[in-house]
Antibody, heavy 118, light 108 residues
């Protein structure tokens, strides 16, 4: 059974850094686009970043220059390195597996909470 | 950037039909996907490519897309359908994934 499991969330001060991980099982990570989506408390879903099967990377304007997405195919894991964190980065961060062209997202992790606060 | 507009809330009695809209400029030429999110849970894909149901999603869920509005319809609504529903598209002009603001479905 295909699964995604996020880890690495926690409490961090403004200006700090955090790295999230998303471990994939039951499918080959390199064969699919993968994204990070976040959801601030009481708010809707917001796309953060994506990496396609060929390794091309995209970022939402709100995180460009601060966040970095990457993947380690040998570990079936992809990452979101978050620097210069701000209060408004506080959210549950989900990783999801893409499918089809254009992409839809057919498998989601359970999410990990990132809280940015002094 | 491309904007998707969803009504904040929709209410429906059990057994009736719920209709949730997703508005966007000429959205009819895009592929629209829909997700269901229950409180404290991750989103679940319920319709993709306008009107295709993933395996395991009941036939009660259906979608359509034309002009400036895409629609998710749930027939024979059940209490367990109460959730937030989000539409999503790919905006090719900006290479961005775009979500609508979500609609909270309340089953009366």
């Amino acid at each position: 059974e295909a699964q995604l499991l996020e880890s690495g969330g926690g409490l961090v001060q403004p200006g700090g850094s955090l790295t999230l991980s998303c471990a994939a099982s039951g499918f080959t990570l390199s064969g699919y686009p993968m994204i990070w989506v976040r959801q601030a408390p009481g708010k809707g879903l917001g796309w953060v970043s994506s990496i396609n099967s060929g390794g091309s990377i995209l970022y939402a304007d709100s995180v460009k220059g601060r966040f970095t997405i990457s993947r380690d195919i040998s570990k079936s894991t992809f990452y979101l390195q978050m620097n210069s964190l701000r209060d408004d980065d506080t959210a549950v961060y989900y990783c999801a597996k893409g499918a089809g062209i254009p992409w839809h997202f057919d498998l989601w992790g359970r999410g990990t909470l990132v809280s940015v606060s002094s | 950037s491309y904007v998707l507009t969803q009504p904040p809330s929709v209410s429906v009695a059990p057994g009736k039909t719920a209709t949730m809209t997703c508005g966007g400029n000429n959205i009819g030429v895009k592929s629209v996907h829909w997700y269901q999110q229950k409180p404290g849970q991750a989103p679940v894909l319920v319709v993709y490519d306008d009107n295709v149901r993933p395996s395991g999603i009941p036939e009660r869920f259906s979608g359509s897309n034309s002009g400036n509005t895409a629609t998710l319809t749930i027939s024979g609504v059940e209490a367990g359908d109460e959730a937030d529903y989000y539409c999503q598209v790919w905006d090719g002009s900006s290479d961005h994934v775009v979500f609508g603001g979500g609609t909270k479905l309340t089953v009366l």
